[in-house]
Antibody
Framework: QVQLQESGPGLVKPSETLSLTCTVP????????WNWIRQSPEKGLEWIGY???????TYNPSLKSRVTMSVDTSKNQVSLKLSSVTAADTAVYYC????????????WGQGTGVIVSS | DIVLTQSPGTLSLSPGERATLSCRAS???????LTWYQQKPGQAPRLLIY???SRATGIPDRFSGSGSGTDFTLTITRLEPEDFAVYYC??????????FGGGTKVEIK
């Protein structure tokens, strides 16, 4: 069973860049697509985008201008950068593995909370 | 963009009762990309149903999914204490966009 672990600063100042990392143990990073999803009371669950281990990516059109995802296969890590953050970006951020067989997110990290505040 | 509307917002039921949750899409959804998740407080969502009607590994058979087109249903035949949670539907259009519904909370009456 793949276990995902998100990490990053819990507090980010407005206008700065939020940076999170998802660690995928066991070398399985090279077999799947990895997604970032966030959840807030205001917006509920919101898909941010995905990155394939090959580097191909697709982002939510509403966030596309501010999102960058990358994959580092040597470290078994997937990264999310969200620029120019505002209070509206305050949320719990999850990484999740996409199962191409089931066409669904079958493995989720525990999530990491991010607050945007000065 | 497709909007997924879940109803009711809250379902108050007793253990042993049947729960019927609705997910209605603003446009036709490919059933193979319609998914249901369960989320308990402080936890990440957990995959329940994929492809509109297939149970994920380890999901009890009291959970079932059905529907097509724009109307999908998650049914829990006999609620167990551990089933009280929030349920989300989700759809995906390949290489375009992925959307979650607003959720239905199943609470103990």
């Amino acid at each position: 069973q793949v276990q995902l672990q998100e990490s990053g600063p819990g507090l980010v100042k407005p206008s700065e860049t939020l940076s999170l990392t998802c660690t995928v143990p066991g070398g399985s990073i090279s077999s799947y697509s990895w997604n970032w999803i966030r959840q807030s009371p205001e917006k509920g669950l919101e898909w941010i985008g995905y990155i394939h281990y090959s580097g191909a990516s697709t982002y939510n059109p509403s966030l596309k201008s501010r999102v960058t995802m990358s994959v580092d296969t040597s470290k078994n890590q997937v990264s999310l950068k969200l620029s120019s953050v505002t209070a509206a970006d305050t949320a719990v951020y999850y990484c999740a593995k996409w199962s191409s067989a089931w066409r669904a997110f079958d493995i989720w990290g525990q999530g990491t909370g991010v607050i945007v505040s000065s | 963009d497709i909007v997924l509307t879940q109803s009711p917002g809250t379902l108050s039921l007793s253990p042993g009762e049947r729960a019927t949750l609705s997910c209605r899409a603003s446009q036709t959804v490919d059933s193979s990309y319609l998914t249901w998740y369960q989320q308990k407080p402080g936890q990440a969502p957990r995959l329940l149903i994929y492809g509109a009607s297939s149970r994920a590994t380890g999901i009890p058979d009291r959970f079932s999914g059905s529907g097509s087109g724009t109307d999908f249903t998650l049914t829990i035949t006999r609620l167990e204490p551990e089933d009280f949670a929030v349920y989300y539907c989700q759809e995906y259009r390949e290489s375009v966009m992925l959307t979650f519904g607003g959720g239905t909370k199943v609470e103990i009456k």
